[in-house]
């Protein structure tokens, strides 16, 4: 069965990075792009953006180009999610989500969420 | 860029009630890039409809999604108390952003 799994909760200071893994199982890690979105507390959903495991390409929002890094390892099925210059907004929690095959750009399975606290 | 409006912001209903939530778009939307999630408190989203209308796999069929263009509806036809969560349109275009959520609407128990 497909199966995300993400990291597990970070706790960072003002002006940090953070990487958040995302690691899949049971479907061809290849074969699917991966979307990270991300959740304020109490707020809605935000896209970061997605990576093609396939070849590393990858497709920012705005807001995150120049600060988001989407990576991926095919040799683990693990992709990842870094982001730098961590302020007191960006606490979240960050998802990973795989674009289903046949699903028209709807995300058919999430990893669990990580949250990531930004705090002095 | 495509915003995506929700509402109502909160729908307070009964089991066994009716829900119809609605997703407008400021520019009309592909069809076939229009989904609906369900998300409960602490869990990730849940893909409900894609495509618009088509339900995701395990989706029960008191779900449905309809609309085109720049106006989209979830229906929900007799709400069981598993339903009493909020819930996110989504388009995903070929413009920048590519991928845009609407703010949500939660369905609560009356």
């Known amino acids: 069965q497909v199966q995300l799994v993400q990291s597990g909760a970070e706790v960072k200071k003002p002006g940090a990075s953070v990487k958040v893994s995302c690691k899949a199982s049971?479907?061809?890690?290849?074969?699917?792009?991966m979307h990270w979105v991300r959740q304020a507390p109490g707020q809605g959903l935000e896209w970061m953006g997605w990576?093609?495991?396939?070849?590393?390409?990858?497709n920012y929002a705005q807001k995150f180009q120049g600060w988001a890094t989407m990576t991926r390892d095919t040799s683990i099925s693990t992709a990842y999610m870094e982001l730098s210059r961590l302020r007191s907004d960006d606490t979240a929690v960050y998802y990973c989500?795989?674009?289903?095959?046949?699903?028209?750009?709807?995300?058919?399975?999430w990893g669990q969420g990580t949250l990531v606290t930004v705090s002095s | 860029e495509i915003v995506l409006t929700q509402s109502p912001g909160t729908l307070s209903l009964s089991p066994g009630e009716r829900a119809t939530l609605s997703c407008r778009a400021s520019?009309?939307?592909?069809?076939?890039?229009l989904a609906w999630y369900q998300q409960k408190p602490g869990q990730a989203p849940r893909l409900l409809i894609y495509?618009?209308?088509s339900r995701a796999t395990g989706i029960p069929d008191r779900f449905s999604g309809s609309g085109s263009g720049t106006d989209f509806t979830l229906t929900i036809s007799r709400l069981e108390p598993e339903d009493f969560a909020v819930y996110y349109c989504?388009?995903?275009?070929?413009?920048?952003?590519?991928?845009?959520f609407g703010p949500g609407t939660k369905v609560d128990i009356k």
């Open positions: 989500g795989r674009e289903g095959g046949s699903t028209q750009g709807g995300l058919d399975y």
């Open positions: 049971g479907y061809t890690f290849t074969g699917y792009y």
């Open positions: 990576i093609n495991p396939n070849n590393g390409g990858t």
């Open positions: 520019q009309s939307v592909s069809s076939s890039y």
């Open positions: 495509g618009a209308s």
């Open positions: 989504q388009q995903y275009g070929s413009s920048p952003p590519l991928f845009t």
